[in-house]
């Protein structure tokens, strides 16, 4: 890692020495010329650099030297980075412009001890620096581009082959049998479908395209097969040579033009039926696949591609279809494999305990990754004692792993190799998280945003969003795997590393990164780390003055921070950039806090006892993510908030505070306000929602609370300028129950963005009408949120309809007109889910892609429209009148679904048809209900049924035998029925028994 990462520090500290800012300073504290002579000795240095890089694969010397180049590089980032913090510093505090700042830099009296001072520094560094520049001489660099110019492997693949022995592969049955039915069975559009095999490496892309491409029924199938091993190199003249070569058995004549080889391949192609293998392709340029996919294209019917790679981004330019992605083998098929290698001709040992239970343990290391196991267990094929297998499994297993010789790694790091270099720093920050972590996506880019790795080439594109591009860069190389979640949804997207991509990450970052514990942190752990993963009960033990990187250990055991670790933070690791403390208990923050001046990424989340946080922390004027979530003793922010311009995410959800500082506004780089506080009678002296009105690069989630207490509403709801914020994707409005009532306080101008996907009303008094939001002309509505995903309306008693109409509401007296007031325009196109508690709305606007629906103490009118809300097709788009029920399908898209608190006959009353598609079901608080409702018994589809607070219920229904899918049934608040459902004895135990996951009682 040492040379990718000289290699930007190099580039990102020229840029900033041919600044005019940076120059401007050096002028005037009479260091210009140190600084000239600084950038003239990195830009040669910088010059060798990539072959160094090459050079330090082999050559142990020249990896040192870019150990020693790497720490002063650092080192000079550190110092300019004091230039620009003490710029920024005098800007704001005088708030001029920098050049009018230069001249008043300092008074005159500390200017010349501070210039003395910084110029001793620079010539530190450039002794250093010239003392590495002379040894380079010495290894006889030669001078490089850009790492685009430059291409050199560091370890080359060998060759692959079309042939494999019959029994090489074990397991992989269904990977076999899915391949061979994609390759005989399945039926294209196109004559020539090309199939992907994507994994990592290591997990036998290339076995299983062997074993199908020697399999009897694919040989007499296809006329013709070829294999191409394509590697690294893409050129389409050198492959299609080698097509040509392995179709005829020999190699064309050489110096032939490529429109020769082109007809000779098209010629000996053309018309048959083929199987063509292209192994292991890194090519990610659609324009060059294209340029050779083009000559491919005149096999008959049914000729097959089969491509192997890393990377999704190939798969994806390869193929329209969904590629065969190759995992780890199961654990039966691991054994096997690890037992047929290990155990070779000593069948006895294979069935003893002790070498089965050592085995097993050792082969969990693998990872279930084949060519792992085929190393470690041809290693253990030489050792034939139980003894020497326990010296294997606590001594030589990770360093063999470890080894070049063994290939595993090395056979990762291919991957590595060629990824760009900062897609290669954001990979290996990742060692500071254990094996098998699950990783939060979003705090992941934003501490390789702050860290420098992210690269702003577009200023008008969001550092996040650039960032995220990266993360998905990396999952398409096979670099993360089991991502869940959504960005802008819940706790957002998380993923976990491969246990053999944590191993190379350790590898490739050396010591510059660790997880600290206690029995390395005073032997492994070196003083030139920059960035480390530590227990907080361990951080006054560690001895390095230059860490970037301080993240809190995942670990769930208890970590003690003192007022002392503070104290040691301040005083030894001054060049922070990370600083994660979360969840440890804090009581106070420091005020010499401010002294971290480099530092950008603050996380204090879960300390619920901190109350205030220090005015002194605005002085961190580089800070640009600062997350306080769930301080639920916070009741203010800091008053000079707006020192913070580079301030980019302020999290504060489920915080304590009464009302947000005046001078938010102010911030204008932020991204992510999570939740703006109204201050509820003013005494505060707080910020209003005015201050909202610039933050237009907001995104993800904004919570806007105690908005019954704004004065002049409309003027300020206006103000908040919401529908202005088109990145927002989430968005909470938030009344008070204490607040005065809300007639005057209209929704209409708290109108959101069209791209919004998420909408919470909690506590609305006012109106008895929804917003009038779409713009409707004529009686026609326009889509309400074309992107809207999710509603929720709670606690807002005075709304009944969604929109005004002049056909008066009343409660529900005609719930059995189950009209629906709304046009063909589809209001909610993309709506799936849908909670109404406590709200008496009786008539809904359209969603027809609706999944999950939860009513709560409201009408059933919405619900009865709902199950019967698809439009059908066939309905005039000009019709502006409400629609008959006569004109809608059935609703079948609904997955889940909650009823709570509804009249017992409405419950009853329901027709189960409609709801055939359903998955879950919860019934909650029907105080009156003697026996379960007929309908139930419809629900075929049904895997999960809950059952809360039914106090006259005595027995269920012998209808619960029909739910044959039933797989889990909760009940809650139904004690009666606990002793009718006693395993084999009671009464009703034979209408439960079916179901597998079993039943609960609360």
């Known amino acids: 890692m040492a040379e990718s990462i000289a290699f930007d520090i190099a580039v990102e500290l020229i840029t900033k020495l041919s600044s005019f800012a940076v120059s401007q300073i050096g002028l005037w504290w009479n260091v210009k010329d140190d600084l000239d002579d600084l950038k003239t000795t990195v830009s040669t240095i910088k010059a060798v650099l990539l072959d160094a890089e090459e050079k330090s694969v082999t050559n142990n010397l020249v990896k040192v030297w870019l150990e020693k180049l790497k720490d002063v590089l650092y080192d000079a980032d550190d110092l300019l980075d004091d230039f620009s913090t003490e710029a920024l510093r005098k800007d704001l505090m005088g708030g001029k412009k920098l050049m009018k700042e230069v001249r008043l830099f300092f008074s005159s009296s500390n200017q010349f001890a501070y210039g003395l001072k910084i110029g001793q520094k620079i010539k530190a560094i450039k002794a250093r620096l010239a003392s590495i520049e002379s040894k380079a001489n010495t290894y006889g660099f030669m001078v490089r581009g850009s790492p685009v ?441 420091p005020c010499l806090i401010h002294k971290l001046k480099h530092l950008r990424y603050l996380d204090l989340s879960r300390n619920r006892r901190i109350k205030t946080l220090p005015e002194s922390i605005c002085e961190i004027q580089n800070l640009q993510v600062l997350k306080l979530d769930f301080c639920s003793g916070l009741k203010e922010l800091p008053k000079n908030i707006e020192k913070w311009g580079n301030l980019t995410h302020l999290g504060c959800k489920n915080c304590g505070l009464t009302h947000m500082p005046r001078g938010i506004g102010k911030l204008s780089s932020l991204e992510t306000l999570s939740m703006f506080v109204v201050d509820k009678d003013g005494s505060h002296g707080g910020a209003d929602l005015s201050e909202l009105s610039g933050l237009n690069n907001l995104r993800g989630e904004l919570i806007i609370r105690n908005l019954g207490f704004v004065k002049n509403a409309r003027e300020q709801f206006k103000a908040a300028n919401l529908k202005e914020k088109q990145h927002l994707r989430s968005l909470v409005l938030q009344w008070h129950r204490a607040a005065a009532d809300d007639d005057e306080k209209s929704l209409e101008d708290l109108q959101p963005h069209p791209n919004l996907e998420e909408l919470r009303i909690v506590g609305w008094r006012g109106d008895a009408n929804f917003p009038n939001w779409p713009k409707r002309n004529q009686g026609e509505a326009e889509s309400f949120f074309p992107s809207l995903k999710f509603l929720w309306l709670q606690n807002c008693p005075k709304m009944k309809s969604w929109w005004r109409t002049t056909k008066p509401i009343d409660d529900d007296s005609n719930e059995d007109d189950t009209r629906v007031m709304g046009t063909s325009t589809m209001a909610f196109p993309r709506l799936s889910t849908l909670w109404i508690v406590n709200c008496p709305l009786t008539s809904m606007p359209l969603y027809p892609s609706l ?21 059908n097709a066939e309905t005039p788009s000009t019709s502006t009148s409400s629609l008959p029920l006569s004109n809608l399908k059935s609703f079948t898209g609904l997955k889940k679904l909650r009823i709570e608190k509804w009249k017992e006959v409405d419950i009853e009353g329901m027709k189960g048809e409609y709801l055939k598609n359903l998955r879950s079901l919860s019934l909650a608080n029907f105080p009156n209900l003697k026996s379960l409702p007929e309908w139930i018994q419809d629900q075929k589809n049904l895997l999960w049924l809950s059952l809360i607070n039914f106090p006259k219920l005595t027995s269920l229904t012998d209808e619960m035998r029909c739910l044959t899918n039933l797989q889990e049934l909760d009940i809650h608040g139904v004690p009666q029925l606990e002793e009718r459902c006693e395993k084999d004895i009671g009464a009703d135990w034979y209408k439960i028994a079916h179901i597998p996951s079993g039943w609960s009682f609360h």
């Not at 999944?851 to 439009?871: A, D, Y």
Request: net charge neutral; with cysteine; hydrophobic share 40%.
């Open 851 to 871: 999944e999950e629906l939860k009513l709560v103490n409201t009408s059933s009118r919405p619900f009865k429209q709902t199950i019967k809300m698809n439009i």
């Open 149 to 589: 110019e430059t291409s050199f492997e560091t370890t080359k693949r060998q060759q692959t082959h079309s042939f494999v022995p019959k029994d090489k592969i074990i397991g992989r049955d269904d990977d076999k049998t899915a391949l061979r039915k994609l390759v005989l069975e399945f039926e294209s559009e196109e004559n020539v479908y090309i199939i992907p095999i994507v994994g990592f490496g290591g997990l036998g892309k290339t076995a299983l395209a062997q074993f199908v491409y020697n399999d009897k029924m694919v040989r007499d199938h296809f006329e013709l097969k070829m294999w191409v091993c394509v590697s690294d190199v893409f050129d389409v003249k050198i492959i299609v040579e080698n097509i040509i070569k392995s179709a005829t058995g020999k190699a064309p004549k050489k110096n032939l033009e490529m429109d020769q080889l082109q007809e000779q391949l098209r010629e000996k192609i053309g018309g048959k039926k083929y199987l063509l293998v292209l192994d292991d392709i890194w090519n990610e340029d659609w324009e060059e696949w294209v340029s050779l996919e083009e000559l491919l294209i005149d096999g008959a019917k049914g000729s097959r591609i089969i491509v192997t790679t890393r990377s999704f981004k190939v798969a994806k330019i390869t193929s329209k279809c969904q590629p065969h992605v190759l995992k780890g083998l199961s654990g039966d098929d691991a054994w096997s494999l690890f037992r047929e290698i290990a155990f070779e001709q000593r069948s006895m040992d294979s069935t003893d305990l002790a070498f089965v239970q050592i085995g097993k343990r050792i082969l969990e290391r693998c990872g279930g990754v084949p060519l792992v196991i085929r190393k470690i267990a041809s290693t253990l094929y030489y050792k034939k004692t139980e003894k020497e297998w326990r010296s294997f499994k606590d001594n030589e297993l990770v360093r063999i792993i470890f080894q070049n010789e063994s290939k595993i790694l090395p056979t990762l790091k291919l991957s590595y190799d060629h990824l760009p270099s900062h897609l290669k720093h954001c990979f290996t920050f990742c060692r500071l998280y254990p094996k098998d972590y699950e990783i939060h996506v979003q705090t992941l880019v934003q501490i390789w945003i702050v860290q420098g790795f992210v690269k702003q080439l577009n200023p008008s594109q969001s550092l996040e969003d650039i960032g995220f591009g990266y993360f998905k860069d990396l999952v398409e190389k096979s670099f993360f795997q089991e991502v869940v979640g959504e960005r802008y949804v819940g706790e957002g997207l998380k993923c976990k590393m491969h246990d053999l991509m944590h191993d190379l990450a350790v590898s490739i970052a050396g010591a510059e990164s660790s997880i600290v514990d206690s029995n390395n942190i005073t032997s492994e752990v070196g003083e030139k780390c920059r960035h480390i993963s530590i227990n907080a009960s361990l951080i006054p033990q560690f001895r390095g003055k230059k860490l970037r990187t301080l993240l809190r250990s995942s670990n769930k055991g208890v970590q003690n921070f003192h007022h002392e670790t503070w104290d040691f933070i301040i005083s030894n690791c001054r060049r922070l950039r990370v600083l994660e403390l979360y969840n440890l208990n804090l009581e106070m923050i």
